[in-house]
C-alpha cells in the first residue's frame, strides 16, 4: 500500500477527489489509458498554432561512418542511442508568427509571417520554450541533439535523410544554390531551391517522418553543451554534457553548403549569439500516464518532501511516506515498474489536512505529469 503511494504523482490544487486521514481506500481500478495521438496541436492564442508529430522510441546510430563524405572529427564516434520514450516534435521551424505570438516581437531579419523564426540566440529559444509551455500547459522544450538527429535520420543511416546525394538537397532542403545572391565561392550553381534567403517553412519535400527543413532553411537550436566528440556520450536519451561554454546547433542553413546539412553534422555557438541563419524547433514530452486511483488511506500528516527540482515552469517534488513518526525510504526504481515517484504541486510542506489531490501513476521520473495529460 505504502508502496503504492510513493509511485503515485500527485499533483495539489485540482480538484479530482479529497483524500483526508481515516478515508476509506477509494477504488483501485485502472481509468482506460490512452496511447499518444500521433499529432499534436498547441494553441498558441490569436487563431496561432504549431503543428507536432509523434516521433516513436527507438535506436538509431547516432553520428557518421569514418568514411562518410565530409564527415568532420566530432561526429564520431558512431554509437547506438537509445531513445526511450516518444515525443512530439514541431513539424515545422518555429515561424514568425508563432514566435511573435508568444514573445510579443519579431526580431527575424527575413520578414514573412511563415518564415522561420531567426536572429535568436539559445537563451531567446528556451524562453520561448518556457512561455508557450506556461500557455499551453504541455512541457515545450528544444529537441536534445540525440532527438534532432534521431528525428532528421529517420530511420536512414545516409548522409541526409533522403540518401547520401549532394545533388538532391535542393529537393529537400533550402541551401545555398543557385538562388542565393551572397556569392559565396561555395554556391552550388547546379542546382536550384528556389530560395535566396529563408523560405517559408515546409516549402520543400519533408523527411520520412513527415519533418520539413531538417536540412537547411535555418540552423536550429538544440538544449545541450558542444563538447566536441561522443567519447563519453551515453547511449540511452543523452543530454549532453554539463556544463559547456557552447549550445549545439543542427542542419544547416539557407547560406551553407550541402555538408552542413548532413543529419549528422554538428555546429555550436555561445548561447546568447543571434543570427539571421540560425532559428529553433521545438519538441513536447509525449510521456504515457495512466490515471489511476490511489489505493491507499493518504493522511497529509503522512506526506513529506523528499527531493525538489526546477523543471520549466514546474516544481517537481518527490514524496516521501512517515510511518511510526519515521522518514520511510522510497523503494527502489527498479522495483517499481513507473519508476520513481514525483509530487507536483504549490503546498506541499504544510499541506492542509485534506485537500483536494488528483493521482497519476508515472513511467518517467523526469516528466511533470502534466506534461503528459
Ligand atoms: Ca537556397
Ligand atoms: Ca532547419
Avoid at 507536432?52 to 554509437?79: C, N, T, V, Y
Avoid at 533522403?162 to 545533388?167: S, Y
Avoid at 537550436?221 to 563519453?232: R, T
Avoid at 543542427?250 to 555561445?270: E, I, M, V
Amino acid at each position: 500500500m505504502a508502496k503504492t503511494l510513493v509511485t503515485a504523482v500527485i499533483v495539489f490544487g485540482v480538484a479530482h477527489w479529497t483524500l483526508a486521514a481515516g478515508t476509506a481506500p477509494p477504488s483501485t481500478q485502472p481509468a482506460p489509458s490512452t496511447q499518444p495521438a500521433k499529432d499534436l496541436s498547441l494553441d498558441l492564442g490569436n487563431k496561432v498554432t504549431m503543428k507536432l508529430i509523434l516521433i516513436p522510441a527507438g535506436q538509431f546510430i547516432m553520428g557518421s561512418p569514418a568514411g562518410e563524405k565530409d564527415r568532420q572529427a566530432d561526429e564520431g564516434p558512431q554509437h547506438e542511442v537509445t531513445i526511450s520514450k516518444p515525443f512530439y516534435m514541431g513539424v515545422f521551424e518555429v515561424t514568425q508568427q508563432q514566435y511573435e505570438q508568444v514573445m510579443g516581437v519579431n526580431p527575424s531579419e527575413f520578414k514573412g509571417a511563415k518564415n522561420p523564426v531567426e536572429e535568436v540566440s539559445w537563451e531567446d529559444a528556451v524562453e520561448f520554450c518556457k512561455k508557450l509551455s506556461a500557455k499551453t500547459g504541455k512541457t515545450v522544450q528544444l529537441p536534445t541533439e540525440a532527438q534532432w538527429e534521431y528525428a532528421c535520420r529517420a530511420g536512414t543511416k545516409t548522409r541526409f535523410g533522403f540518401g547520401d546525394k549532394d545533388e538532391d538537397l535542393y529537393k529537400y532542403g533550402n541551401y545555398c544554390d543557385k538562388s542565393n545572391t551572397n556569392g559565396w565561392p561555395w554556391q552550388d550553381k547546379d542546382h536550384n531551391d528556389g530560395f535566396d534567403k529563408t523560405a517559408p517553412v515546409g516549402s520543400l519535400k519533408a523527411n520520412d517522418w513527415g519533418l520539413y527543413d531538417m536540412h537547411g532553411n535555418v540552423w536550429e537550436w538544440c538544449s545541450e553543451w558542444y563538447a566536441g566528440p561522443y567519447a563519453n556520450a551515453k547511449n540511452q536519451d543523452p543530454t549532453g554534457p554539463d556544463p559547456g561554454s557552447c549550445r549545439v546547433m543542427r542542419g544547416g542553413s539557407w547560406d551553407t553548403f550541402p555538408s552542413f546539412c548532413r543529419s549528422a553534422d554538428r555546429s555550436w555557438l555561445d548561447p546568447v549569439i543571434r543570427g539571421k541563419v540560425i532559428g529553433f524547433r521545438v519538441v513536447v514530452v509525449a510521456g504515457r500516464m495512466h490515471l489511476r486511483r490511489c489505493p491507499c488511506v493518504v493522511s497529509t500528516r503522512n506526506l513529506g518532501v523528499y527531493g525538489r527540482r526546477e523543471c520549466g515552469q514546474t516544481q517537481v517534488l518527490t514524496l516521501f511516506l512517515v510511518r511510526r513518526g519515521r522518514r520511510s525510504a522510497l523503494p527502489p526504481a527498479e522495483r517499481m515498474p513507473w519508476g520513481r515517484a514525483g509530487l507536483v504541486g504549490r503546498k506541499v510542506e504544510r499541506p492542509a489536512r485534506s485537500f483536494h489531490i488528483r493521482v497519476y501513476l508515472c513511467n518517467d521520473p523526469q516528466t511533470p505529469p502534466e506534461s503528459a495529460l
